[in-house]
């Protein structure tokens, strides 16, 4: 994949970590059907490129993350109902097989579908300026496929409130915090080198165990009990065949661990 070709975003690979920037500040980084195109296209480039360990997601601009979907050019959806997907899929790296860590970097407005890349992302860092909702309703639209997967990450009541409310409300970046959406709240200046930071970390580590980490722990929402920690002993033995450890931690650099 020639990454210079993509026209929605800019992807930029250093080292083992490939940086994507929503690059429609124009259009508060909605999305498009083109966006979409170059997405799905993109998760299948980094799941399949060895070199990849780690994707940083943020934004251009100065409002928004992304507000969703472009409501003035739309998006395609099959005039045949029995051919009909989620159009939000071709962003959502988990549904596309990605399996490689990815850290949204949020600041500004994130609305309605940008709701497919944090409802998958494993780490969310937020500048205190962020802003997250939902306007489906408030338009007439019934809001389904982002509060879904957003259902799997917060409390089913902050869900509701955020869908119930639409334009009416807004949850702040601090809010976001302290129900476990994000993990950390940033000033707004620190943002994008706390994501490379983080991004660096994980891609330092061994990527066969981080990549079956991350599939275990994501597949076991979707199963019970039992059938998780199963599939969990499945993965272990896939990546660490020999049941010993691979990293020598006394052979590494060390640096001081941080207290969040």
Known sequence: MDLDALTTVIAELDGNVLTVTLDRPERMNSFTDTMR???????????????????????AGERAF???MDTREGTFISDNVFSRRD????????????????????????????????NESDIIIASDDAQ???PHVSYGIVAALEPIGL??????????????LGLDERMSAERAREIGFVSEVVDRTDLWSRADAIARRIAAKPPAAIQGSVRAIWESRDTGRSQALATGMAYTSLGNPIGKAQVNRSEVATRDYEVR
């Open 66 to 68: 992304s507000t969703g």
């Open 151 to 164: 259902a799997h990450r917060i409390p089913i009541g902050e869900v509701l409130r955020m869908v119930l």
């Open 87 to 118: 159009p939000g899929i071709d962003l959502s790296p988990k549904q596309n097989g990605c399996w490689k860590p990815l850290v949204a970097a949020v600041h500004g407005l994130a609305a309605g579908g940008a709701l497919y890349w944090l």
């Open 37 to 59: 195109a170059e997405f799905r296209t993109l998760w299948e480039h980094v799941r399949e490129t060895d070199d990849i360990h780690v994707v940083v997601l943020r934004a």
């Open 132 to 134: 997250f909702f939902d």
